[in-house]
């Protein structure tokens, strides 16, 4: 059995980091190889060439119920760099606002006013949408039926569907209602909107997140003594009798450790493994039926200000989410438009997809007009991240691995969350639980427990 102290860790995403995070202050000697020049995986920045800005690829926000990810950032030191957003700003294609914010009212009262108030949906809507969100409360929140059959068997119109359930869960879960199982829609409405007054809460960094996951966490690393090897891709596993001896990088050097996590994406990981292993497990077997969807995000610099609002969620519109990142550069104001499962605009070229967004932009706000843009930047990433499909969770595999010193992080993996950066920091917890055991060191779970 295995019992050096020896880890080598392969991805340096939240799921790879947040391992490292857990097993480093335990004494392990930890290497980390990143196949990126930067950490932080697909929460990161890149470098805009037009403005020489550091951008990040799509915003990412956090709600309060993702309590790992936030015990990640205080762990870090980081967790100053987030700023919670007490409020929620609706709005509709005529430009009208619905504020959504916690009243002293107990969960999951808490915003049943602000849910009053929303100009968007009409009595008869709210009445539909409040009961079906308490049989949802009820539901088994292990079966996994298809959410949108759910929906009409529960009362559901198409216009509570896409004026309700949609403009949440869509951004939540990078889906459509009509493609997720009921297991993940309900765990977005029970964790983030019934069951604790701050589930709710989003928080939104307030710098790039190529220094929030990027600098600050090298830092952390060099100061817990993790051995960073970025540009580090790994090419493949050597695996002999059911164990990993070796990874081997691009630059085929060998590197020996005693015990492996790999928290690459999913198809990275088959990549990495002699076929005829994979495809003797169904451990790994079950990853080629994991799906992926995209976001585009939609970058505009504006002469002037757009609006005062910090952010807003868009009802009815091509845009699902718009952001303001404020003054970027002298009289120029950044907003960001996301457009989650964005199937929808595949074929469409980026021009197209600019044009119908900053259109949008014009008609909801006046200081939007097309004549005071500045600049556009359209970004789409393709496999953002695996679909939450009706029965997804059969596919997902657990953090050990069916050879003996190899483990699994990523968002993709069974962490019970879909994927999100609360889920990437799950797995990574999860991992480091699953090897400590296998170690047969006992120690109490990495996990937080829920809000
Ligand atoms: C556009 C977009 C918007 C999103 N918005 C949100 C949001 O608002 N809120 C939220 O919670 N989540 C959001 N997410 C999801 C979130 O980014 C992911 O769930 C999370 O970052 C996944 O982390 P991970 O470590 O599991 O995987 P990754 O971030 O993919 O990390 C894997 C790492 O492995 C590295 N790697 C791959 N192959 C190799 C190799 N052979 N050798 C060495 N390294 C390798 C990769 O370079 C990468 O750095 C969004 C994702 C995208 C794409």
């Given at each position: 059995?295995?019992?050096?102290?020896?880890?080598?860790?392969?991805?340096?995403?939240?799921a790879?980091?947040?391992t490292?995070t857990?097993?480093?202050?335990l004494?392990?000697?930890?290497?980390?190889?990143?196949?990126?020049?930067?950490?932080?995986?697909?929460?990161?920045s890149?470098?805009d060439?037009?403005s020489?800005?550091?951008l990040?690829?799509?915003q990412?926000?956090?709600?309060g119920?993702?309590?790992?990810?936030?015990?990640?950032?205080?762990?870090?030191?980081?967790?100053?760099?987030?700023?919670?957003?007490?409020?929620?700003?609706?709005?509709?294609?005529?430009?009208k606002?619905?504020?959504?914010?916690?009243?002293?009212l107990?969960?999951?009262?808490?915003?049943?006013?602000?849910?009053a108030?929303?100009h968007y949906?009409?009595?008869n809507?709210?009445?539909r949408i409040a009961?079906?969100?308490l049989?949802?409360?009820q539901?088994?929140?292990?079966?996994?039926p298809?959410?949108?059959?759910?929906?009409?068997?529960?009362g559901?119109?198409?216009?509570?569907?896409?004026?309700?359930?949609?403009?949440?869960?869509?951004?939540?879960l990078?889906e459509?209602?009509?493609?997720?199982?009921?297991?993940?829609a309900?765990?977005?409405?029970?964790?983030?909107?019934?069951?604790?007054?701050?589930?709710f809460?989003?928080?939104?960094p307030t710098?790039?997140?190529?220094r929030?996951?990027?600098?600050?966490l090298?830092?952390?690393c060099?100061?817990?003594?993790?051995?960073?090897r970025?540009?580090?891709?790994?090419?493949?596993?050597?695996?002999?009798?059911?164990?990993v001896?070796?990874?081997?990088?691009?630059?085929?050097e060998?590197?020996?450790?005693?015990?492996?996590?790999?928290?690459?994406?999913?198809d990275?990981?088959?990549?990495?493994?002699?076929?005829?292993?994979?495809?003797?497990?169904?451990?790994?077997?079950?990853?080629?039926?994991?799906?992926?969807?995209?976001?585009?995000s939609?970058?505009?610099?504006?002469r002037g200000?757009?609006?005062?609002?910090?952010?807003?969620?868009?009802?009815?519109?091509v845009?699902?989410?718009?952001?303001?990142r404020?003054?970027?550069?002298?009289?120029?104001?950044?907003?960001?438009?996301?457009v989650?499962?964005?199937?929808?605009?595949?074929?469409?070229?980026r021009?197209?997809?600019?044009?119908?967004?900053?259109?949008?932009?014009?008609?909801?706000?006046?200081?939007a007009?097309?004549?005071?843009?500045?600049?556009a930047?359209?970004?789409?990433?393709?496999a953002?991240?695996f679909?939450?499909?009706?029965?997804v969770?059969?596919?997902r595999?657990?953090?050990?691995s069916?050879?003996?010193?190899?483990?699994?992080?990523?968002?993709?993996?069974?962490?019970?969350?879909p994927?999100?950066?609360?889920g990437?920091?799950?797995?990574?917890?999860?991992?480091?639980?699953?090897?400590?055991?296998?170690?047969?060191?006992?120690?109490?779970?990495?996990?937080?427990?829920?809000?």
């Amino acid at each position: 059995m295995t019992r050096g102290d020896r880890v080598l860790i392969i991805g340096g995403g939240l799921a790879g980091l947040a391992t490292a995070t857990a097993l480093a202050p335990l004494g392990f000697k930890i290497t980390l190889l990143e196949a990126r020049q930067r950490l932080g995986g697909r929460a990161s920045s890149f470098q805009d060439a037009g403005s020489g800005q550091l951008l990040d690829t799509c915003q990412h926000v956090s709600m309060g119920c993702c309590t790992n990810l936030a015990h990640f950032c205080r762990t870090l030191g980081i967790d100053h760099l987030l700023a919670p957003q007490p409020s929620l700003y609706f709005m509709t294609p005529d430009g009208k606002v619905s504020p959504f914010h916690a009243d002293r009212l107990p969960a999951p009262l808490h915003l049943a006013r602000s849910f009053a108030r929303a100009h968007y949906l009409t009595w008869n809507e709210k009445a539909r949408i409040a009961y079906a969100l308490l049989r949802l409360r009820q539901a088994d929140a292990t079966s996994d039926p298809p959410f949108l059959d759910w929906l009409v068997r529960h009362g559901q119109t198409p216009r509570t569907i896409d004026r309700f359930w949609g403009v949440v869960l869509t951004s939540a879960l990078n889906e459509s209602p009509e493609r997720i199982g009921l297991r993940y829609a309900r765990k977005v409405f029970v964790d983030g909107f019934l069951r604790h007054r701050r589930g709710f809460e989003v928080s939104v960094p307030t710098v790039p997140l190529g220094r929030l996951y990027g600098e600050e966490l090298q830092r952390w690393c060099s100061r817990q003594g993790v051995e960073l090897r970025l540009n580090g891709a790994v090419r493949a596993l050597a695996i002999e009798d059911n164990r990993v001896l070796a990874a081997r990088t691009r630059q085929e050097e060998n590197l020996e450790a005693d015990w492996y996590v790999c928290a690459t994406p999913f198809d990275r990981l088959l990549g990495l493994l002699p076929q005829e292993a994979t495809d003797r497990h169904p451990y790994f077997t079950n990853l080629r039926r994991l799906e992926t969807s995209p976001i585009t995000s939609v970058h505009l610099w504006y002469r002037g200000a757009v609006t005062h609002l910090p952010h807003v969620v868009l009802v009815d519109c091509v845009g699902q989410w718009m952001f303001n990142r404020g003054e970027s550069a002298p009289g120029e104001f950044y907003v960001q438009i996301v457009v989650s499962a964005a199937r929808h605009l595949r074929g469409l070229g980026r021009d197209e997809i600019e044009r119908r967004i900053v259109a949008e932009m014009a008609s909801l706000f006046p200081a939007a007009s097309s004549d005071r843009l500045h600049r556009a930047r359209v970004v789409t990433e393709r496999a953002a991240t695996f679909s939450a499909v009706p029965g997804v969770d059969a596919w997902r595999p657990s953090p050990a691995s069916p050879f003996e010193n190899l483990f699994i992080a990523g968002d993709w993996t069974a962490t019970g969350w879909p994927a999100t950066m609360e889920g990437a920091v799950r797995s990574g917890y999860l991992a480091a639980d699953a090897l400590l055991r296998r170690m047969g060191r006992v120690t109490p779970s990495f996990v937080q427990p829920d809000l």
